[in-house]
Every structure is written in C-alpha cells, then in structure tokens.
C-alpha cells in the first residue's frame, strides 16, 4: 500500500528525491514520514509532514538540508535530499500514521512501506 522509490547512489554533495505513493486507503488524512535504517543500526526517525501538509517535523542532522513535502496534500510524499553526506546512507522507509497531526516515533506509525536504497560516497 506504499510503495517508495526514488533512491540510489550519489556522490557526496549531491542531491536526491525519494517519492512515497500510497493506495488502497484515504492516506490523505493520515499523517507521512520518512524513517531510515542504516547496517547495524535502529530505525530513526527522519522527517514527518501532517495530513494537510502544513506541519513538518525533521531529525536535527537533516534540517537545512532535507524537505518533506506532500503537494495538495495527496498520497504522494516526497523527500527531497540535498547535500547528501555519506552518514545518510541507509535503506529509508516511508511510512503512514493514523495521526493527523505529526509524530516522530515508529511505533505510531501503522503502514510501512518496502524501503529505497540511498548510498552516499565520499
């Protein structure tokens, strides 16, 4: 029901946008986000944008460089990645939550989509 796509590998500096698109339910009145995991990591939090797409919330390591966005708030997310650093590297993960409002902790979530690879080199 949430398909991701969008990564890849890219140099450091360099830039990239990941889309999450969703089906099946009215994942237009749920809040979005974007996790990542990296090897031998947890899953941390990422980015988060509200239903109407008004609110964002974002990891401190990716604010100024990251944006979440939702355009007409529809069932399209993006996250596009600028200045890309190789600690970005990991597989990230869209995901939904029943909230409308924003929420940064995994366990909120209630629909997980498959994972994109981004790999940055230095």
């Known amino acids: 029901q949430l398909q991701a796509s969008g990564g890849g590998l890219v140099q450091a500096g360099g830039s990239l946008r990941l889309s999450c698109t969703a089906s099946?339910?009215?994942?237009?009145?749920?809040?979005m986000a974007w996790f990542r995991q990296a090897p031998g990591k947890e899953r941390e939090f990422v980015a988060t944008i509200s239903w109407s797409g008004d609110s964002t919330s974002y990891t401190d390591s990716v604010k100024g460089r990251f944006t979440i966005s939702r355009p007409n708030a529809k069932n399209t997310v993006y996250l596009q990645m600028n200045s890309l650093k190789p600690e970005d590297t990991a597989v990230y993960y869209c995901?939904?939550?029943?909230?409308?409002?924003?929420?940064?902790?995994?366990?909120?979530?209630?629909?997980w989509g498959q994972g994109t690879q981004v790999t940055v080199s230095s």
């Open positions: 995901a939904a939550s029943y909230s409308s409002v924003v929420v940064t902790t995994a366990q909120r979530y209630n629909f």
């Open positions: 099946g339910r009215a994942f237009s009145s749920y809040a």
